[in-house]
């Protein structure tokens, strides 16, 4: 008979049958409407890319299904005396384990409630009506990427000298990383903004974001119309944590005015040599 066994000491002696009784009395005043189940709440969390660009989940939940061995009374069949059924304690109703699909749209976000019609309980009685599923979406928190409404925010360190110099550096996005140019003479809170590399509009078509991020800003029409942008914050620092190596624009060009004044100065020397020697003539 379940969990309401020894629920307490009753020191009047009324034990189970009064709680069966009981929870026939609740379940009939809490169910407004005979022959249709109950709506059922479950909160669903996602990552934060499968709110901005859309995914399917399976999903486990637990559902009140009609009792076939009472046939939805919630007392044994063939009283009187009137005994509550023993396979759902008198509920009506017994519990069942269900698995579903669910589609996740893109450019859900965290809070928003998803409806699947008659996916809820079943009717207590049998055949009728299965109450809706609502499906509350959670979305997890992102170690690098925070959202508002359609757009993406990131904040990426990089190192002083290619701040001054300019380079290049990886960015966090929605599928992994893109590599972005960082202009000469970026300061920390400067913004570039990534079209289209934001959640999908909900409702639009789910395109996938761009595959390079080509000149910044930019903005392509179609994409634009699919999916908000993402804008990143460079925050110049000493040391960087954003995979700059030694391709960096501004090591390069450090490196070729090195060779470019080593090369002046071989010539300049090799001029003052034949000079000396023409002179000395
Ligand atoms: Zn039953």
């Known amino acids: 008979m379940g969990a309401k066994d020894g629920r307490k000491g009753d020191p009047e002696g009324f034990g189970p049958i009064e709680d069966q009784f009981q929870a026939i009395f609740d379940d009939f005043f809490r169910r407004p409407v005979a022959g249709s ?6 909160p669903m969390l996602v990552s934060l890319e499968e709110a901005a660009s859309g995914a399917s989940k399976v999903i486990k939940a637990t559902f009140e ?13 063939g009283g009187p005396p009137v005994f509550a059924c023993s396979v759902c304690g ?14 996740v749209p893109a450019g859900i976000d965290d809070g928003q409630v998803l409806r699947l019609a008659g996916q809820g309980d079943e009717a207590p009685l049998g055949g009728g009506q299965r109450g809706d599923l609502m499906i509350e979406v ?23 000298e290619t701040a001054r110099r300019g380079g290049r550096v990886n960015v966090p996005v929605l599928d992994g990383e893109r590599r972005i140019v960082v202009p000469a003479g970026t300061v920390s809170g400067a913004e570039m903004r990534l079209a289209g590399f934001g959640a999908v509009r909900l409702g639009a078509e789910a395109v996938p974001i761009p595959a ?5 800003p930019y903005r392509s029409r179609s994409v634009g119309d699919h999916r908000g942008d993402q804008i990143v914050t460079f925050v110049v620092g000493e040391s960087s944590t954003d995979g700059q190596d030694d391709t960096s ?8 005015q090195g060779l470019w004044r080593t090369g002046v100065l071989a010539v300049a020397l090799v001029a003052a040599v034949i000079g000396a020697f023409v002179l000395g003539r």
């Open 249 to 256: 624009e501004g090591r390069r060009a450090a490196r070729n």
């Open 212 to 216: 390079e991020v080509t000149a910044a």
């Open 138 to 160: 959670i979305v997890a928190p992102h170690p690098r990427l925070r959202r508002a409404g359609v757009d993406l925010f990131v904040e990426v360190r990089i190192d002083a």
């Open 65 to 77: 299904a009609h009792c076939t061995d009472c046939k939805g009374s919630g007392v044994l069949l």
């Open 90 to 103: 008198g509920k009506r109703h017994v519990l069942q384990e269900r698995t579903l699909t669910v589609k």
């Open 37 to 42: 189940g109950r709506d059922r709440r479950i």
